[in-house]
């Protein structure tokens, strides 16, 4: 657990000082939340709505500017000037200015003598009352204060994943992938990343944690890497090597208004062979002999991801030390491989041949 004293504005950068700021102004109730990212100075940094919703009179929304200043020292008025001159422009209700540090005795007085004359209301949030509201959010703290930082967060991740099945919550693989450098990762991280993310992905959005196109596309940004680390070639399942999803996170729930992109994810056991014969049949995950220990299924995750009409791409993450890794990118999916795929990740049959009747795959979008 993280105290006050631990935190240390000063190890940190101008941008992920502004990048902790964003994250503290959306896990706060504001809506509609933009960063003013690369030097666009227009009198705010980050710029928010927030919802009024009172019984007696129609809900409403009010514009929040906040300009967050990284510095050592005091932060004087001249450094104040031009984000209140922006501020008396667009006429905001509420303008925030967020410090590392502290305003300077000039800055404090001059603030107090104006707040009267203006049509918003001015707050500050000074450096030692940040750290305090930090201090209930230990997945930020981790990440940017913790020895080790965001490679040490990343280990304990994969950690806890492998010797207790703990799922990283969605802040843990939101953080680590804005935050790593994603070209030099291996394909073990990315392919964890990406199956724990559509693994979990109904419970994230059940409990509104994926809100934004943006945040969508976070994920989708592990994608082109796992294409250039996987293999054409056949699919991972086939009868001598069949995974059976124990749990299935998406498809089912899309499948009258499947539209565009769709996926299958679960905990996933690649099995000893089975035949043809038992695809599809509800107790095809019987047929396993644990008294031999090449007959246990190896476990881990799986995910099913339509890049686009024409690609499909398939990832397996193993639950062993070496977090073993399988990529398959295919390009020639049709309707009868796509129900043979709900086959062996133990789908029923009645549902695999209803998705064949609905053909999904148009047969003109095959490569040729």
């Known amino acids: 657990m993280f105290k006050t004293e631990e935190i240390d504005f000063s190890r940190i950068k101008d941008w992920e000082f502004e990048f902790i700021c964003f994250e503290l102004v959306q896990r706060n109730g504001f809506e509609k939340v933009t960063w003013r990212k690369k030097g666009a100075d227009s009198g705010r940094d980050i710029e928010a709505k927030l919802r009024i919703v009172n019984p007696l009179i129609e809900a409403f929304e009010e514009t929040w500017f906040f300009e967050c200043k990284h510095y050592s020292a005091g932060v004087p008025p001249s450094e104040l000037n031009s984000k209140i ?41 000074e450096g030692e009352n940040l750290k305090k509201l930090l201090e209930k959010y230990p997945t930020l703290l981790l990440m940017y204060f913790a020895s080790g930082g965001i490679n040490q967060l990343l280990f304990d991740t994969k950690k806890n994943w492998l010797t207790y099945k703990f799922y990283p919550s969605y802040d843990q693989l939101r953080l680590i992938i804005v935050r790593s450098k994603l070209v030099e990762l291996p394909k073990e991280d990315l392919a964890f990343l990406f199956c724990t993310y559509f693994v979990n992905y109904q419970k994230y959005k ?109 990832v397996v993450s193993f639950r062993n030390s070496s977090f073993e890794t399988e990529i398959r990118i295919i390009t020639d999916m049709t309707n009868w491989s796509l129900m043979f795929l709900l086959w062996t990740l133990g789908y029923k049959e009645e549902f695999a041949t209803e998705v064949f009747n609905k053909q999904f795959i148009e047969e003109n979008n095959q490569t040729e």
Do not use: C, M
């Not at 996170?249 to 038992?278: C, M, R, T, W, Y």
């Open 85 to 125: 001159a922006w501020a008396d422009a667009e006429k905001p209700e509420h303008l925030v200015i967020i410090v590392s540090s502290h305003l300077t005795n000039a800055s404090r007085t001059w603030i107090n003598q104006i707040k009267p004359q203006k049509s918003y209301k001015i707050h500050v949030v």
């Open 206 to 314: 059940a409990h509104n944690l994926i809100e934004k196109i943006e945040d969508e596309k976070i994920f989708k940004s592990l994608i082109p890497l796992l294409r250039k680390k996987g293999s054409y070639g056949q699919l991972l399942y086939d009868p001598h090597n069949a995974p059976l999803l124990n749990k299935v996170q998406g498809f089912v729930n899309d499948l009258d208004n499947l539209e565009g992109d769709f996926f299958i994810a679960g905990e996933a056991s690649f099995s000893k062979p089975i035949s043809i014969e038992d695809f599809g049949k509800e107790d095809n995950q019987t047929n396993v002999d644990v008294s031999k220990e090449s007959d246990l299924p190896k476990e881990g995750v799986y995910t099913f991801y339509k890049i686009s009409e024409r690609e499909y791409i398939e």
